[in-house]
């Protein structure tokens, strides 16, 4: 193996989370989830899935961007916008 294949990757790392998402009630828990979910899955196809690891539990995601920090400020903007609207 050559030195190419074991240089480290850089990602950039977004997360979202739904605050105070434990003391909510289950009805509204699950109306947030499926937002968060609608947002995911509107904003997530920006970025080539090769380039992207997902991780999603109840009340929050992550999203690591690998090798394109641009990728990943522009993803954070529109999630931050999403949430305004």
Do not use: K
């Not at 193996?1 to 989370?17: K, Q, Y």
């Not at 289950?26 to 196809?45: F, H, I, S």
């Not at 899935?49 to 990943?72: C, F, H, I, M, W």
């Amino acid at each position: 193996m050559t030195e190419a294949e074991h240089l480290p990757a850089l990602s950039s790392v977004v997360l979202l989370r739904i605050c105070d998402y434990a003391r909510r009630p289950v009805a509204e828990q699950a109306r947030l989830n499926a937002q968060l979910d609608t947002v995911l899955a509107l904003l997530l196809p920006a970025i080539p899935a090769r380039t992207r690891v997902v991780l999603a539990g109840d009340g929050s995601a992550a999203v690591a961007v690998l090798d394109n920090a641009p990728a990943a400020l522009a993803f954070a903007e529109h999630a931050l916008q999403a949430n305004s609207a």
